[in-house]
């Protein structure tokens, strides 16, 4: 079952802590909000036909990182390849993204998350090669096998999840309640509206 949780499972949020200097709490909050801002981003990428066929490739290259039901060594995870995927997806609005994370209570500020979120995006890209895959570890293409449409059906289903289920949506409403009429929310609000 796909679910915020499943995909928050395979984030080594201890390592994470150590790299950036922060305590497991802060980091924990961090890549919660972080998570479904990105996966955000790479949704409204992937409603434009050119969004789509680059996530495509970006995932063909990807696939090898998340195995098994274990979780990334941070130390494989590519921080350069990742800080091209997060300008990728975010464009002109990446520093904007950035100081509304940032200033979301309890992630560590700006400094952090333009940090982290090059640590998350290939282990997100990760995922969702492997999802589209059959899990099968980078053995088949999600090209081949399932084309552009598939990576936005499973975006948006990871988006559209209750909290109950603990889906991303649910994960959004979250982060959308605690940072009410915070700059999180503008920022979430524009990448998700009108584009699903």
């Given at each position: 079952m796909t679910s915020f949780d499943d995909l928050l499972s395979q984030v080594p949020i201890a390592q994470i802590a150590e790299k950036l200097g922060v305590d497991q709490s802060t980091a924990t909050n961090a890549v919660k909000a972080a998570l479904p801002t990105l996966l955000g981003g790479l949704q409204a990428n992937a409603t434009q036909p050119e969004g789509a066929a680059s996530l495509v490739g970006a995932l063909d290259n990807?696939?090898?990182?998340?195995?098994?039901?274990?979780?990334?060594?941070?130390?494989e995870v590519d921080v350069a390849d990742g800080s091209k995927i997060v300008d990728n997806v975010f464009g002109a609005e990446k520093n904007t993204v950035i100081s509304a994370l940032g200033a979301t209570e309890g992630t560590g500020g700006n400094d952090l998350v333009s940090k982290l979120l090059p640590m998350l995006a290939p282990i997100v890209l990760a995922y969702l090669a492997k999802q589209l895959t059959g899990g099968g570890g980078g053995t088949g293409t999600p090209q081949t096998q399932t084309g552009g449409g598939?990576?936005?059906?499973?975006?948006?289903?990871?988006?559209?999840?209750?909290s109950n289920s603990g889906g991303i949506g649910g994960a959004i409403g979250e982060a959308l309640a605690k940072n009410a009429g915070g700059p999180l929310r503008?920022?979430?609000?524009?990448l998700f509206g009108g584009k699903r």
């Open positions: 990807h696939g090898n990182l998340v195995e098994g039901e274990g979780q990334v060594d941070i130390d598939a990576i936005g059906d499973l975006l948006g289903g990871l988006l559209g999840g209750s503008d920022v979430l609000g524009s």
